[in-house]
């Protein structure tokens, strides 16, 4: 038996109406929102590693930089798989691309909480700590490097053991911008692969190739 009465009916119609209204109205908004989210996230990471790509993270470390006192220190790590070329040639370069997972999963596990992380270039990371001392962004470097040469990484049954090596600098009062404390990681990395790799250089002499302090722990 069909109880609704004619007003009810109308004031059900009614409701129907706005609810297909409003939704008709905000569906393209949020459909809208969540591709612009989906492709910034595209934008901005690496589809291997799912970490940042260098795009996403210089974006990011401009940002901290610029908007940090001069007593917040920012300190960069700039991290790279050694002779990893010899991963591709040894085994292919489907495991060049595992042993790079590897690596980026030892980032997230050391790093997920305190630190961005990024890929920013083919075996090369880096690792921004914000409010960070350059005694503790070294200690960092140094557990991770431990970390990664621990245990081999399994690539179908094969032990393959990865060495990586890394530069870390720290801002400063006097330091000008971001790209300049990258410049400092950089040349730190540059020089523990020009003296034999396998280790983290944090401060280096004016000649580059002998460096005067690395960490052992
Ligand atoms: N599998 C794989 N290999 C990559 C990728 N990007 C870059 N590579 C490889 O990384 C290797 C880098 O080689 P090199 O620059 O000679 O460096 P390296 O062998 O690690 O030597 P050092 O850095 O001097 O210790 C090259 O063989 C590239 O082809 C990637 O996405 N996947």
């Not at 795009?55 to 001069?70: D, E, P, T, V």
């Not at 960069?76 to 495991?95: P, S, T």
Request: proline share 2%; net charge neutral; hydrophobic share 45%.
């Amino acid at each position: 038996m069909n109880i609704t009465t004619e007003p009810q009916l109308q004031i059900i119609l009614a409701i129907h109406l706005i609810l297909a209204t409003t939704a008709a109205l905000i569906l393209p908004f949020l459909v809208s929102a969540n591709a612009e989210h989906n492709l910034s996230t595209l934008a901005n990471h690496d589809p291997l590693t799912q970490l940042l790509n260098s795009r996403g993270f210089y974006s990011i470390a401009n940002n901290l930089f610029n908007k940090n006192n001069s007593e917040q220190s920012l300190a960069v790590i700039m991290l790279d798989i050694d002779f990893f070329k010899r991963v591709n040639d040894e085994f292919g370069h489907d495991a060049g691309d595992e042993a790079l997972k590897w690596v980026s999963q030892h980032l997230k596990e050391l790093f997920s909480k305190t630190a961005i992380t990024a890929r920013v270039g083919g075996e090369e990371f880096a690792i921004l700590l914000n409010h960070s001392s350059l005694n503790d962004a070294q200690l960092a470097a140094e557990k991770l490097r431990k970390n990664i040469k621990q245990y081999p990484f399994n690539y179908y049954g094969n032990a393959i053991y990865l060495r990586v090596s890394a530069g870390v600098a720290c801002s400063n009062a006097n330091t000008a911008s971001f790209k300049s404390l990258l410049n400092i990681a950089d040349k730190h990395l540059y020089v523990a692969k020009k003296t034999g790799r396998d280790k983290v250089i944090y401060n280096s002499e004016l000649n580059p190739f002998v460096h005067k302090q690395t960490v052992s722990i």
